[in-house]
C-alpha cells in the first residue's frame, strides 16, 4: 500500500494574520467558502496543499486524534493527512495492530469551483492515553493526479514550492517514530543532531518522497519552546523550490523556505 502527503490542515485563530503572512513572502493564496459554509485559506505547493481554517470551522475539529483543550494564547493545531489507495485495507491493518480508530467515514471537499470531491477518511486512536500525534488517513475519490490537478489549476497555476518535510516536536522520539512507523509500515532511515534547533531528529520517508521528522530537544531552542507552549506538535514545514530562504513563523508553525 503506498503512503503520502494528501494535505495538512492548520487550525488558526485569524485568517487575515495567515493571507498577511502569506503576502508578505510573495506568496499566492486563495481565501473561499467551502462546503461547510466555512472559510478557509489555502496555500497550493507543487506536490500537496496546506489548508488553514479556524477552531470553528475545522472540518476535523470533533474527529481529530488526540486533540487536548486549546491552551489560553495558543495560536494552533496542526493535524496530517496520509492519502492511501485502499482505505478500508489500512482500516483491517490497524485493526490487527490493535489500534482503536473512527471511520472509514464519507467526507466532502468543495473546490473554489464548486465541484465537489468525495473522500473516506479514518481517523486511529491510542487505546492508552498519549500525547503523540497520528496522522489521519484519506482516500480519495478517482485517482490522486486528477485531484492534484483540480487544485493546483485552481488555487495557483504557478506554484513552485514544493513540500519536502513535516517536522513534529514530541517529548519522547523513539516512540512517537516507533508509533509513526507502524501505522505507516515504514522504518526510520536516519538520525542525527539538528544543531539550529538544539534537537536529536529521527525520519521516516514516505512514497512521494516527502518526509516525516520527529524531533526531542537536546537544549534550548525552537523544540524545546514548542512542547513547552503546546505539547507534542508540528511545528515546522520544509518548502523547497524557494527564490530565497528564510524561516516564517505563521500562526505557530515554523514555514522553512529554501
Same mark, same amino acid.
Given at each position: 500500500?503506498?503512503?503520502?502527503?494528501?494535505?495538512?490542515?492548520?487550525?488558526?485563530?485569524?485568517?487575515?494574520?495567515?493571507?498577511?503572512?502569506?503576502?508578505?513572502?510573495?506568496?499566492?493564496?486563495?481565501?473561499?467558502?467551502?462546503?461547510?459554509?466555512?472559510?478557509?485559506?489555502?496555500?497550493?505547493?507543487?506536490?500537496?496543499?496546506?489548508?488553514?481554517?479556524?477552531?470553528?470551522?475545522?472540518? &476535523?475539529? $470533533? @474527529?481529530?486524534?488526540? *486533540?487536548?483543550?486549546?491552551?489560553?494564547?495558543?495560536?494552533?493545531?496542526?493535524?496530517?493527512?496520509? +492519502?492511501?489507495?485502499?482505505?478500508?485495507?489500512?482500516?483491517?491493518?490497524?485493526?490487527?495492530?490493535?489500534?482503536?480508530?473512527?471511520?472509514?467515514?464519507?467526507?466532502?471537499?468543495?473546490?473554489?469551483?464548486?465541484?465537489?470531491?468525495?473522500?473516506?477518511?479514518?481517523?486511529?486512536?491510542?487505546?492508552?492515553?498519549?500525547?503523540?500525534?497520528?496522522?489521519?488517513?484519506?482516500?480519495?475519490?478517482?485517482?490522486?493526479?486528477?485531484?492534484?490537478?483540480?487544485?493546483?489549476?485552481?488555487?495557483?497555476?504557478?506554484?513552485?514550492?514544493?513540500?519536502?518535510?513535516?517536522?513534529?516536536?514530541?517529548?519522547?522520539?523513539?516512540?512517537?517514530?516507533?508509533? &509513526?512507523? $507502524? @501505522?505507516?509500515?515504514? *522504518?526510520?532511515?536516519?538520525?542525527?543532531?539538528?544543531?539550529?534547533?538544539?534537537?536529536?531528529?529521527? +525520519?521516516?520517508?514516505?512514497?512521494?518522497?516527502?518526509?516525516?521528522?520527529?524531533?526531542?530537544?537536546?537544549?534550548?531552542?525552537?523544540?524545546?519552546?514548542?512542547?513547552?507552549?503546546?505539547?507534542?506538535?508540528?511545528?515546522?514545514?520544509?518548502?523547497?523550490?524557494?527564490?530565497?530562504?528564510?524561516?516564517?513563523?505563521?500562526?505557530?508553525?515554523?514555514?522553512?523556505?529554501?
Amino acid at each position: 500500500m503506498n503512503f503520502a502527503v494528501d494535505h495538512i490542515v492548520q487550525e488558526v485563530d485569524d485568517l487575515q494574520q495567515v493571507s498577511r503572512a502569506f503576502d508578505a513572502l510573495d506568496i499566492r493564496t486563495v481565501v473561499f467558502q467551502n462546503d461547510r459554509s466555512a472559510m478557509a485559506v489555502l496555500h497550493q505547493c507543487t506536490n500537496t496543499y496546506v489548508e488553514y481554517c479556524t477552531p470553528f470551522t475545522n472540518p &476535523w475539529r $470533533t @474527529l481529530a486524534p488526540h *486533540r487536548t483543550a486549546r491552551k489560553e494564547g495558543e495560536p494552533s493545531r496542526t493535524w496530517v493527512a496520509i +492519502r492511501v489507495d485502499d482505505i478500508h485495507a489500512c482500516a483491517a491493518s490497524l485493526w490487527e495492530q490493535g489500534y482503536m480508530m473512527e471511520g472509514p467515514r464519507y467526507q466532502s471537499v468543495q473546490l473554489p469551483t464548486g465541484e465537489v470531491v468525495e473522500s473516506l477518511v479514518l481517523i486511529p486512536r491510542i487505546k492508552s492515553p498519549s500525547g503523540i500525534p497520528l496522522p489521519i488517513f484519506i482516500e480519495r475519490g478517482g485517482t490522486e493526479i486528477s485531484y492534484m490537478q483540480k487544485h493546483h489549476s485552481v488555487i495557483s497555476p504557478d506554484a513552485i514550492l514544493n513540500l519536502r518535510s513535516i517536522a513534529i516536536a514530541t517529548r519522547d522520539v523513539s516512540a512517537a517514530a516507533e508509533t &509513526w512507523a $507502524t @501505522l505507516l509500515r515504514r *522504518r526510520p532511515t536516519e538520525c542525527w543532531i539538528q544543531t539550529d534547533i538544539s534537537a536529536y531528529c529521527v +525520519r521516516i520517508p514516505l512514497d512521494d518522497n516527502i518526509y516525516i521528522i520527529f524531533c526531542s530537544p537536546v537544549g534550548e531552542g525552537l523544540v524545546a519552546r514548542t512542547l513547552r507552549e503546546h505539547g507534542d506538535h508540528v511545528f515546522l514545514l520544509n518548502f523547497t523550490g524557494s527564490h530565497y530562504q528564510v524561516d516564517s513563523s505563521i500562526c505557530g508553525t515554523v514555514h522553512r523556505m529554501m
